[in-house]
């Protein structure tokens, strides 16, 4: 595991509490997990993500990430519909473990845009691993 | 440290059984036919099965060498929390495998097996007394079965009083199977963390028990091996909403005869006659989940039950508000005979004195070893103790390689990753099957890998070293799983 100088951080992403990032790009936000998060979890081994279409209230469940140690629900930082999922983590879900800021999980379009800005700046994410 | 299995000359390898035999080796002779052949639909005609081609011994020579690489409760230590792999007395097997009852065929007629009614009505008598539930159904096969036994009581009450109600509250500590079971009944599950001590508060369950809900699963003791002190007003809490209690008595090798979960006020609770009453179990063999119900909610019991005709006993059917069969005939009945036997071998003062002894074997191993390990939560434990990764993570050593190295000094590790509240868990539980010579040898070692992990991480990295394989690419194995010989 991780100590904490050496876990990895995006400047750019707002982050929740339950160690989701999210990334802005025009009208959609994509979403994925921390390194903290990944390294918590250990050797990912499966990801199970919704359909596209479904659409999820803020901190509704849209999907599991298995490892080696336990299952983990994720939860939408940011209500919104599915529009697309990352179709390379069926086959190779390590990505998630090896890029956890390059492997996106999904991409939504909010219902409300404003939440973005009720999620953790970087700064904010820092201090809460850091206890 | 001696004690540790060393690989040698006789621990012999041994090939998947497709990678031995040779093409038209038998096992038997099969005698010429004495009838006419007759051609097959050619629908049902082709390459056939890939078996390989075995003589006897090879088969018998195959398991025999793989059960010798065996570790089981009968070779020593089995400490994996929350799965009480207590020693099984032998006298229950053979009870069980006696021919009158194992060969006993589920279809005779009640007045040909009245002794197989009258063990049943024994055992429904027996787990009526040491959980204070008089409704007793000895069907479900298993603990998450029992479970499910039990939502779907939930629902029937619920729906007999034309209340309808949708949600159920779990703890953060209770059994991992409970949101499932509830989820499969239609229920949606509803977490609640539990408190700073690692108990689950009233007010917490207060906060959210409301009229839509049909009660709660509690697990007492829970997943941190801690007694859930705050039961009885929760219960009521629960209770005054117009919701039911759940127990899951997974845990109850803690408290036999020492708690009784009716006073509690638990409405509805399985045991598993696997952990706690003397039917080895880990290797998915059968199992039994018996539940047990109040007197009020004994109606909606699955059928048919035992229960006395006159001078003998006789499966009453006759239940309307039933939730209906769960098992096939009667459940497993070997595990019941075992259960039976054991209870009435122990007695109600032995089954306390055994529960006692697996609290203290457990607080014993708490206490010897909190200096080395960081306790998950420094307070009394119940059978099990659980003690987080904490300082492993200054010498980048996880759970996993601690776990690993034990195999190396002749142990079965620990549970460990769960509970999932406590970072990189290792989740104790003895049992009262070890005497004190036992638990100190372990505990000697466990202290003798910590200062490995201090001094010679390394050791712990690559462990294990002394077992017949070496680290497996677990990863690798959940990632691309070979599933064909």
Redesign the interface.
């Known amino acids: 595991m991780k100590g904490f100088d050496a876990l990895l951080f995006g400047e750019e992403l707002r982050y929740s509490e339950d160690h989701e990032w999210v990334s802005t790009s025009g009208e959609t936000f994509q979403v994925g997990v921390s390194d903290y998060a990944q390294d918590q979890m250990g050797d990912i081994v499966y990801v199970e993500l919704p359909e596209v279409g479904q659409t999820f209230a803020k901190g509704e469940q849209f999907g599991t990430l298995e490892s080696v140690k336990a299952v983990s629900e994720l939860y939408l930082p940011v209500g919104g519909e599915i529009v697309s999922v990352n179709p390379a983590l069926a086959d190779s879900p390590e990505q998630i473990n090896s890029d956890p800021y390059g492997s996106w999980l999904v991409t939504i379009k909010p219902s409300d845009p404003e939440e973005l800005e009720r999620l953790l700046s970087v700064a904010a994410y820092r201090q809460l691993l850091q206890g | 440290m001696s004690g540790t299995v060393e690989a040698n000359g006789m621990i012999q390898e041994e090939p998947l059984l497709w990678e031995k035999g040779s093409r038209g080796r038998q096992g038997m002779s099969i005698p010429a036919a004495d009838v006419p052949p007759v051609e097959l639909p050619a629908e049902l005609c082709g390459a056939g099965p890939d078996f390989p081609d075995l003589s006897e011994v090879d088969v018998v020579r195959h398991y025999t060498r793989l059960s010798a690489w065996n570790y089981g409760v009968d070779s020593g230590l089995y400490p994996l929390g929350s799965c009480t792999m207590k020693y099984n007395p032998k006298i229950n097997e053979r009870l069980a495998a006696t021919p009158e009852l194992a060969a006993a065929h589920p279809l005779l007629a009640d007045s040909e097996v009245q002794g197989c009614l009258e063990l049943m009505y024994g055992l429904q008598e027996g787990l009526a007394a040491i959980t204070g539930l008089p409704g007793v159904s000895l069907q479900p096969a298993a603990g998450a079965q029992g479970e499910l036994t039990g939502m779907l009581i939930f629902a029937a009450w619920h729906r007999s009083r034309g209340s309808r109600r949708n949600k159920i509250l779990i703890p953060d500590t209770a059994h991992g199977t409970n949101p499932a079971s509830a989820a499969l009944c239609g229920f949606r599950p509803v977490p609640i963390a539990s408190g700073p001590d690692g108990i689950l508060t009233t007010e917490a369950v207060a906060a959210v028990m409301d009229d839509e809900t049909v009660g709660i699963m509690i697990t007492n003791p829970n997943t941190l091996g801690l007694f859930e002190t705050n039961i009885r007003e929760i219960a009521e809490v629960v209770h005054a909403r117009g919701g039911l209690v759940y127990g899951d008595g997974a845990n109850m090798n803690a408290v036999m005869g020492v708690v009784n979960p009716a006073l509690c006020g638990v409405d509805v609770m399985h045991l598993n006659l696997h952990k706690t009453f003397s039917t080895p179990h880990g290797g998915g063999g059968p199992g039994a989940g018996p539940v047990c119900v109040t007197a009020e909610l004994s109606r909606f019991l699955p059928v048919p039950r035992v229960v006395r005709a006159g001078n003998g006993y006789r499966l009453d059917e006759d239940c309307p508000d039933s939730v209906g069969r769960v098992h096939a005939f009667h459940g497993n009945f070997s595990v019941l005979v075992r259960a039976y036997g054991y209870v009435l071998s122990m007695g109600a003062a032995f089954l306390k004195r055994a529960s006692q002894l697996a609290v203290l074997n457990a607080a014993y191993l708490k206490e010897s070893l909190k200096e080395s390990l960081p306790l998950a939560y420094p307070r009394p434990c119940m059978h099990e103790c659980v003690f987080s990764?904490g300082w492993l993570?200054e010498h980048?050593i996880?759970t996993l390689d601690l776990a690993k190295r034990l195999i190396d000094y002749g142990y079965h590790p620990p549970t460990i990753?769960?509970p999932?509240v406590v970072?990189?868990a290792i989740m104790i539980e003895p049992t009262e099957t070890e005497s004190q010579q036992d638990l100190d040898r372990f505990i000697a070692v466990l202290k003798q890998i910590v200062a490995e992990a201090r001094n010679n991480p390394e050791l712990l990295r690559q462990a294990p070293t002394r077992a017949k394989l070496g680290r497996l690419d677990?990863?690798r194995a959940?990632?691309q799983p070979c599933l064909c010989g």
């Open positions: 990764d993570h980048n996880t990753y769960f999932l970072p990189g677990e990863t959940a990632r």
